[in-house]
């Protein structure tokens, strides 16, 4: 399976450091040496998830020069579609009339869009003509207690897309890995919202409905199971570290990010980052890195990128490719 197309979609609002020492008890100082960012894009009331998500589609089509009616499939990798029913995937679809696919999301947080690919990837396996759309998309400043400094600094919105068919030339994707350990899963989750607490259930409060997270810990999660994922999609594909042209990990934190490409001894180089610009976009922080990078040329034909995520569940995952 080849990555045909790439696309983004990017909201115009943009929140800095500074604005958010205006609204919570913290400095630009703490989140730039914490976390790496800078500033995060948030949606305004006329921008949608299904917005985004249906620009970076369009975007990804377009490179891939691809009409939305060839499609067969459309997987959407969200927790924040604009709806609880139907999926972001079927919306997505109604705007761009592909009304042959087949179209759903998949819950994998910031994982997903690596579940995504391994998923298109099946069904490409299964019938080499399939065409496919994968999206990593999210509207976190829905779901961000505002009043919550650990957390409101950490997230943002965005949107980013890929167009895979079986391709042509001896490339695509070499190896990949999914994984979850739900052992800990508390450590990171939306307690309300769901079928156990639905809204306006008496006597579950507020907070309950926004993301909550132990970072300290979820940070030594992460760090392990990305280096893991990655270890194990190389040795499967037969590379070492040092043939990795390009590593585009998930973007929650500038010191996991350096740890992980430390552990794995990927030179900061060759490290695609992005995070001081959009924070954390869960399932968007791959698919927009991806993007930026083969549009700005970085990516090049014939080099190797190693995709690699860990988020809530938690799930992570590892896909090395031949661009
Ligand atoms: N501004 C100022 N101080 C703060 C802020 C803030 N925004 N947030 C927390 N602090 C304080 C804390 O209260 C604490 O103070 P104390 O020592 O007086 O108690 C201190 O800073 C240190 O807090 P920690 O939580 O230990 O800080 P840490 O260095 O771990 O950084 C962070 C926190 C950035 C959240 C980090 O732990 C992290 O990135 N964790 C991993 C996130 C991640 O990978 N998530 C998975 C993907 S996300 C998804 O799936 C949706």
């Known amino acids: 399976m080849e990555i045909l197309g790439t696309g983004r979609g990017i909201p115009k609002g943009i929140l800095t450091n500074q604005d958010l020492e205006k609204m919570v008890d913290t400095s630009d100082e703490w989140i730039t040496t914490r976390t790496g960012i800078k500033k995060r894009r948030i949606c305004s009331q006329e921008e949608t998830w299904t917005l985004l998500a249906t620009e970076a589609s369009r975007?990804?089509?377009?490179?891939?020069?691809?009409?939305?009616?060839?499609?067969?499939?459309?997987i959407a990798a969200t927790f924040t579609p604009d709806y609880r029913l139907p999926s972001g995937a079927c919306l997505v679809q109604n705007e761009l009339k592909a009304y042959k696919a087949a179209a759903f999301d998949?819950?994998?947080?910031?994982?997903?869009?690596?579940?995504?690919?391994?998923?298109?990837?099946?069904?490409?396996k299964d019938n080499p003509h399939t065409k496919a759309l994968v999206i990593g998309a999210e509207v976190l400043s829905a779901v961000t207690n505002w009043e919550d400094r650990s957390t409101c600094v950490l997230f943002g919105d965005g949107a980013g897309a890929a167009v895979v068919a079986?391709?042509?030339?001896?490339?695509?994707?070499?190896?990949?890995?999914?994984?979850?350990?739900?052992?800990?899963?508390?450590?990171?989750?939306?307690?309300?919202?769901?079928?156990?607490?639905?809204?306006?259930?008496?006597?579950?409060?507020?907070?309950?409905?926004?993301?909550?997270?132990?970072?300290?810990?979820?940070?030594?999660?992460?760090?392990?199971?990305?280096?893991e994922a990655a270890r194990i999609v190389l040795k499967r594909a037969g590379f070492e570290a040092r043939d990795v042209d390009w590593l585009i990990p998930h973007q929650a934190n500038i010191r996991i990010i350096n740890m992980v490409?430390?552990?794995?001894?990927?030179?900061?180089?060759?490290?695609?980052?992005?995070?001081?610009?959009?924070?954390?976009?869960?399932?968007?922080t791959i698919p927009i890195a991806l993007d930026e990078a083969v549009r700005d040329?970085?990516?090049?034909?014939?080099d190797l990128v190693l995709l690699d995520a860990f988020g809530g569940g938690f799930t992570y995952g590892a896909i090395l490719l031949k661009w």
């Open 261 to 284: 490409a430390k552990k794995l001894g990927i030179p900061l180089e060759k490290v695609i980052v992005n995070i001081d610009e959009y924070g954390n976009t869960s399932a968007a």
């Open 59 to 74: 975007q990804a089509l377009e490179m891939a020069r691809m009409s939305p009616e060839e499609l067969d499939l459309i």
């Open 106 to 124: 998949i819950a994998a947080a910031c994982t997903g869009f690596i579940y995504g690919l391994v998923i298109a990837e099946k069904f490409i």
């Open 166 to 227: 079986a391709g042509n030339h001896q490339g695509g994707v070499l190896a990949s890995y999914i994984g979850s350990d739900p052992r800990v899963w508390d450590l990171l989750c939306v307690p309300g919202g769901g079928s156990l607490h639905p809204p306006f259930k008496p006597g579950v409060a507020k907070e309950e409905y926004f993301v909550k997270m132990k970072g300290n810990e979820v940070f030594k999660y992460a760090i392990k199971y990305m280096e």
């Open 297 to 302: 040329g970085k990516i090049k034909k014939g």
